[in-house]
C-alpha cells in the first residue's frame, strides 16, 4: 500500500533505512527529517518544504558569530605584529617579525584573489611552519600560530558568510557586526597601535567580502569554502544521504540546507526547485552549476553541454532546440517529450536513454553510442544529419532520409538496425588486410558473442564506413574500441611488413594501400578468401619445429615458424634443447614393460594380462616422462621459442604443431605430454620428413568421399577389422570399396582408378625397420608389401586427390616414411604394436569427430585422449596415434573433400548434443539449459529447407552461445560448439 504523507508535519521525523517507495510526501514539512539509507523510488516531492528546523538556524548563526569573533581578534592581532615596524626601541628582531608579517599578509591576499583559497592556505601554513623554525621562541611560536589560525577562522567565516548570504540578511549583518565589533574593540582597547590594528581588521572583512561575493558566484577557485559550507550548513538539516531516489519527483521542493550526498538521483526530477544550489550535492551531477540550472528550468536552448556528465539525469519535456551534447554522458537520462530539434547528439553516449515522444527533427546523430536499452518510441522526427560537419569541399552533412521526410515510426525503424551495429568509420582510406586481422581478432576477445560484418560503405574522399553486427546485449563501446585499437596495431604491423617484403619507399606502400582502398578490390578480396563473418570462425594456424638430429653430447638446435593470419610468410625463432638421452632411455624402460611378450593381437602393446605392480610401476614411470619432457621443454635456451608461441598464438586457437625430424627415437616420443598442449586445447602434434613437396593435381568430380579400404592379414584380429569396416560404413555420403586380402596387382588397378580417391585405410598386421627408415604391410597370411612397390600407383592417386592414408596398425612410421616421399598430404599411423581394441576405438572416435567437421588434428586429438579411459588395461595406449604431416599441404578437413558436399544436419546436431553431454567443465544446470536449445535447433531445423524459421533458429543459437558464455570454465567447449554452429549456419544458409 502506498504511503500518503501529502501535506503533513513530518520536521525532525526518522525514516532511515525505510522503504517508502512510491510513497506521497507533497507539500509536506520535512525540514531535518531523516531519509538516510531510505528507498524512495518513484517517490513524490512535488512542493515539499526541506531543510534546517529553527532551533538549527538559531544553533548556526550563534556559533557563526563566535567563530566571526574570534577570526576578528585574530586579524588585529595580526595587525599588531605588523605594527612592529615601527616599534619605538628600534628592536631589530621585533622590526624583523613585523616586516614578514607585513609581506605574507600582502602575498597571501594576492594568492587569494588570484589562485584560490586552497594555494593560499598552503602557502600560509608552509610559511609560518618556515617562520617558527626562523624566530625560534615565544614570539615566534606566537607569530606562526596567529597567522596560521587568523586565515583558518577567516576562511570557516568566509563560509558563514558564502552560504548565509543566500539564505538571511539577519545572519549576515549578525555574523559581521560579531567579527567587526570584536576586532574594533580589540584594536582600541589592547594594542598601542590602534589605528593601524584597527586597519588591518577593516582591510581583512573587505577580503572576506570579496572571497564570499566570488564564492557565492561559484567561482571554481573558491569551491573547496562552498562545498564545505554546504557540509557545514546541511547538519541538522533534511537527509537524503545514500538514499535510493530513482524517478522521484522533487518539482517547486524548497531544498536548502538538504543533503544529497551518495544519493542515486537517477532520473530524479527537480523542475522549478527553489534553492537546490545551497543543497549539499557532493559527487553528484548536480554539483556543476549550469547543470543544476538545466535541471531546475529545463532550458537548455542553444547552449553548450560538450562532454557534460547529464548520467540520470532528468529532462522531461525540455527545452533542448540546437544544444550541443556532443560527447555528453546521457545514459539512463530521460528525454521524454523534450524538444532537441537540430541538437548535436555526436558521439553522445546514450545507453539505456529514454527518447519516448522526443522532437529530434534536424538532430546530429553522428557515431551515437545507442543500445537496444535506448528508447526511441514514437519519436518525431522528420530527418537527421548523420555528419557534424560536412564532408570535404560540399555541403554534404548525410541527411537522412536523403530526400523527403520519414514517415511515422520510420525514425525508429532505421535506428533499430543501429542498435545492433558497430559503425567504424576510416577517414584515410582503409588496408582490408589490417581490418580482417583485428576483426578475427576482436571475435576471438570476445569469444561466444556473434559478430559479422553488416555492410561495406565508400563514402567518397578515402571515406568508408563498415558496419558490424553484434548481439543486441553486447558492449558495443569495448567492441568498437577494440576495433579500431586492433586496426591500427595491425596497420602499423602490416607497414613494416610490406617495407620488409617490397624494400619499398613510402610512396610505393602508400600505392599499395590504396588499391586495397578500391570498394571492388575489397569485395574481390573477401570473395577470394571467402572470410567467415557469421560467427566466431576459430583460427587455424602452423607450428613448425624443426629438430637436429638427437645428440647425446651436444644440445638440439631448434627452428619455429609459426604461420598466422593467412599470411604466406612465416614468424621465425630460434632455439636450443639439451640432449633428450635420459628421456629416451626412460620411454624405452616403458615400453618394454608394456609389451611383456608377443600374442596374436594386432601386436602385443601392454597386453590385458599385465600385473597390478605392473600397470602401477608403469603409471609412475610415465607421470616421471611428462614431468621430465616439460623439463626438456622448459630449458632456458628453449625459452625464446616458448615466448614467442604464446605471444603469437590463442588457447582458442585450432593449431596444426608440426614436428619435423629424421631420429626416429624424436618420433617415438610421446610429446603431447608437453606442457602447452594443456593450455592450447585444440592443438595436435604430428611428424614430418626433413624434405616436403606438392604435386600437381587433376581430381576428377565425385558426388560422394571415396574410401579405398584393404584389410590385410588379420590373423587373431577378424572381429577387430570387420569392426573397422562397420566404422567406415557410416561415414556420410561415402562411397566404399574393400579389398579382403588383395594381391598386389589387385591393389595396384584399384589405385589406378579413373576416380581417384580421397581415404586409403589399411587394417591388419604391419611392421616398420627399427630405425623407421621403411615399413611392410602384410596383404595376406603369406604376403609382406613395402610400398616403395606401388610408388607409381600411388603417385597417381594422389594426383587424383588421395589426402589420407590410414594404418590401423602396427608400428606405422616406416610405412609413414615410404608415403611420406611420395609427398601425399597426411597419414595416421601407430607409432608401436597395437593392441586390437584400441585400434578400433581410436578409428570410430576418429571418424566420427572427423566426418562431423572437426579438423583432422582436432579430430585425432580428441580420438587420441578417449583412449585413456582404456588405459588401466593398456597403460600408455593413447601415446600411440599420431599424424604424420606433408608441411607444403594445408590440414585437411572433412568438408575440402570433392565429394563431402555440406554436412548432414543429424550428424551437426549429433555433434552439438555430444560435445555438451561429454563436457566436464559446464555445470548440470547450464548443460540441461544447453541440450534442451540444441533439441529447439533440431525441431525448428527438421522441416523443409523452404519452411525453416531462420529468425526462429538464429534464436536459439544465440541463447546457446549465451549459455556457454557464462561458462567462464567451458572456454574451450564454447569454441567447439560454435565451429558446428557455424556449419548450421552454413548448411542453411542463415546469414541471409
Excluded at 607569530?143 to 545572519?171: C, E, K, P
Excluded at 535506448?374 to 536523403?402: G, I, Q
Excluded at 621430465?628 to 593449431?655: A, C, E, G, M, Y
Aim: aromatic residues 10%; hydrophobic residues 40%; proline residues 3%.
Amino acid at each position: 500500500m502506498i504511503k500518503d504523507f501529502s501535506g503533513k508535519n513530518l520536521r525532525g521525523h526518522c525514516f532511515k533505512n525505510q522503504n517508502l517507495e512510491g510513497a506521497n510526501f507533497s507539500n509536506a514539512d520535512i525540514r531535518s527529517t531523516n531519509f538516510k539509507g531510505a528507498i524512495l523510488r518513484k517517490t513524490n516531492f512535488t512542493g515539499a518544504k526541506a531543510g534546517l528546523q529553527r532551533r538549527w538556524v538559531l544553533f548556526l548563526v550563534l556559533f557563526s558569530g563566535f567563530l566571526s569573533g574570534g577570526s576578528g581578534f585574530l586579524f588585529v592581532f595580526n595587525g599588531v605584529l605588523i605594527a612592529n615596524i615601527f616599534d619605538g626601541s628600534y628592536n631589530i628582531y621585533n622590526q624583523a617579525l613585523g616586516w614578514v608579517s607585513l609581506v605574507i599578509t600582502i602575498v597571501v591576499c594576492i594568492v587569494i584573489i588570484h589562485q584560490g583559497i586552497e594555494v593560499s592556505l598552503a602557502f600560509a601554513f608552509t610559511f609560518a611552519g618556515v617562520f617558527t623554525f626562523v624566530f625560534a621562541g615565544v614570539k615566534g611560536t606566537a607569530f606562526s600560530v596567529a597567522i596560521a589560525f587568523a586565515l583558518f577562522f577567516a576562511f570557516v567565516v568566509i563560509l558563514v558568510f558564502a552560504f548565509f548570504t543566500l539564505n538571511s540578511a539577519f545572519t549576515i549583518a549578525f555574523t559581521f557586526f560579531a567579527a567587526f565589533a570584536v576586532a574594533l574593540i580589540m584594536a582600541i582597547a589592547f594594542t598601542k597601535a590602534r589605528i593601524l590594528a584597527a586597519t588591518f581588521a577593516v582591510g581583512g572583512f573587505f577580503a572576506i567580502a570579496y572571497v564570499t561575493w566570488q564564492a557565492v558566484k561559484g567561482d571554481e577557485k573558491y569551491a573547496l569554502i562552498r562545498n564545505a559550507a554546504l557540509a557545514f550548513i546541511a547538519f541538522g538539516g533534511t537527509s537524503f544521504h545514500n538514499t535510493d531516489l530513482t524517478d522521484a519527483d522533487f518539482s517547486s521542493a524548497t531544498l536548502k540546507n538538504t543533503d544529497f550526498k551518495k544519493a542515486n538521483l537517477t532520473r530524479t526530477r527537480f523542475h522549478e526547485a527553489k534553492q537546490l544550489d545551497v543543497a549539499r550535492l557532493d559527487n553528484t551531477i548536480l554539483a556543476k552549476r549550469d547543470i543544476l540550472n538545466l535541471l531546475v528550468t529545463g532550458n537548455g536552448r542553444e547552449k553548450s553541454y560538450v562532454g557534460a556528465n547529464l548520467k540520470g539525469a532528468n529532462l522531461q519535456d525540455a527545452d533542448l532546440k540546437s544544444v550541443n551534447l556532443k560527447d555528453a554522458d546521457i545514459t539512463e537520462a530521460t528525454f521524454e517529450e523534450a524538444n532537441l530539434e537540430w541538437a548535436n547528439l555526436t558521439r553522445t553516449k546514450a545507453l539505456d536513454t529514454d527518447f519516448t515522444n522526443a522532437y529530434m527533427t534536424g538532430a546530429c546523430v553522428e557515431a551515437w553510442n545507442i543500445e537496444s536499452t535506448t528508447k526511441l518510441d514514437n519519436v518525431d522526427c522528420r530527418f537527421v544529419y548523420l555528419l557534424e560537419n560536412p564532408k570535404p569541399n560540399t555541403d554534404d552533412k548525410e541527411r537522412r532520409p536523403s530526400s523527403g521526410e520519414f514517415g511515422k515510426g520510420e525514425f525508429t525503424k532505421l535506428f533499430q538496425e543501429v542498435l545492433n551495429t558497430v559503425e567504424i568509420i576510416f577517414r584515410d582510406g582503409i588496408d582490408w588486410k589490417a581490418f580482417i586481422q583485428s576483426f578475427r581478432q576482436v571475435q576471438v576477445e570476445n569469444e561466444g558473442t556473434e559478430l559479422s560484418v553488416n555492410s561495406i560503405e565508400n563514402k567518397g574522399d578515402g571515406v568508408f564506413v563498415i558496419k558490424v553486427n553484434t548481439p543486441s546485449n553486447a558492449d558495443k563501446e569495448k567492441i568498437h574500441s577494440q576495433l579500431v585499437q586492433g586496426y591500427q596495431e595491425q596497420l602499423k604491423a602490416l607497414k613494416s611488413r610490406y617495407n620488409l617484403e617490397l624494400q619499398a619507399k613510402d610512396r610505393d606502400i602508400d600505392r599499395y594501400r590504396q588499391r586495397y582502398t578500391d570498394i571492388q578490390e575489397i569485395t574481390k578480396l573477401l570473395a577470394d578468401k571467402q572470410v567467415p563473418l557469421i560467427s566466431q570462425p576459430v583460427a587455424e594456424k602452423v607450428v613448425l619445429l624443426k629438430f637436429d638430429s638427437i645428440s647425446e653430447a651436444t644440445n638440439i638446435f631448434v627452428t619455429a615458424q609459426i604461420w598466422v593470419d593467412n599470411h604466406p610468410q612465416p614468424i621465425s625463432s630460434e632455439g636450443n634443447l639439451p640432449p633428450a638421452t635420459e628421456i629416451i632411455e626412460l620411454y624405452n624402460r616403458i615400453y618394454k614393460l608394456c609389451n611383456p611378450e608377443k600374442n596374436n593381437n594386432r601386436a602385443g602393446f601392454a597386453k590385458a594380462q599385465v600385473s597390478n605392480f605392473s600397470v602401477q610401476e608403469i603409471y609412475n614411470l610415465s607421470n616421471k616422462l611428462k614431468k621430465d619432457i616439460n623439463n626438456w621443454f622448459n630449458s632456458p635456451l628453449f625459452l625464446n621459442v616458448t615466448k614467442q608461441l604464446r605471444s603469437k598464438l590463442n588457447p582458442s586457437d585450432s593449431i596444426s604443431f608440426i614436428l619435423q625430424t629424421s631420429d626416429i627415437k624424436l618420433k617415438l616420443l610421446p610429446l603431447h605430454l608437453w606442457e602447452f598442449f594443456d593450455d592450447y586445447r585444440k592443438a595436435e602434434i604430428g611428424l614430418s620428413a626433413p624434405q616436403s613437396d606438392r604435386l600437381s593435381k587433376s581430381v576428377p568430380e565425385r558426388k560422394k568421399v571415396r574410401v579405398l579400404v584393404i584389410h590385410g592379414n588379420s590373423k587373431g584380429i577378424e572381429s577387430g577389422v570387420q569392426a573397422d569396416l562397420e566404422t567406415l560404413n557410416k561415414l556420410p555420403l561415402s562411397e566404399i570399396k574393400v579389398l579382403s586380402q588383395p594381391s598386389k596387382q589387385e591393389l595396384d588397378e584399384q589405385l589406378w582408378h579413373s576416380l581417384g580417391w580421397d581415404i586409403l585405410c589399411f587394417s591388419g598386421h604391419s611392421d616398420s625397420k627399427e630405425d623407421g627408415s621403411t615399413g611392410v604391410i602384410e596383404i595376406s597370411p603369406s604376403e609382406q608389401l613395402s610400398l616403395k612397390y606401388l610408388k607409381s600407383a600411388l603417385t597417381n592417386a594422389i594426383g587424383k586427390g588421395l589426402q589420407l592414408a590410414i594404418f590401423n596398425s602396427c608400428k606405422g612410421l616406416g610405412i609413414a616414411q615410404d608415403l611420406a616421399e611420395l609427398h601425399i598430404p597426411q597419414i595416421i599411423v601407430m607409432r608401436q604394436p597395437v593392441p586390437d581394441e584400441v585400434a578400433q576405438v581410436f578409428l570410430k572416435n576418429f571418424l566420427e569427430a572427423f566426418a562431423n567437421g572437426k579438423s583432422l588434428y582436432n579430430g585425432v586429438r580428441e580420438a587420441r585422449q578417449k583412449l585413456e579411459g582404456l588405459e588401466d588395461r593398456y597403460p600408455c595406449a593413447s601415446w600411440l596415434p599420431v599424424i604424420c604431416q606433408n608441411p607444403a599441404e594445408v590440414p585437411l578437413k572433412w568438408s575440402q573433400f570433392p565429394g563431402a558436399g555440406k554436412p548432414q544436419l543429424k550428424n551437426l546436431l549429433t555433434q552439438l548434443h555430444r560435445l555438451i553431454e561429454e563436457d566436464y567443465t559446464i555445470t548440470a544446470d547450464a548443460q540441461t539449459e544447453a541440450l534442451e536449445q540444441v533439441q529447439l535447433i533440431s525441431e525448428a531445423l527438421q522441416i523443409q529447407d523452404e519452411l525453416v524459421d531462420k529468425k526462429q533458429v538464429k534464436v536459439h543459437i544465440r541463447l546457446l552461445r549465451g549459455i556457454l558464455v557464462e561458462q567462464p570454465a567451458a572456454a574451450a567447449l564454447s569454441s567447439e560448439v560454435n565451429e558446428v554452429l557455424a556449419e548450421v549456419y552454413r548448411l542453411f544458409d542463415l546469414n541471409k
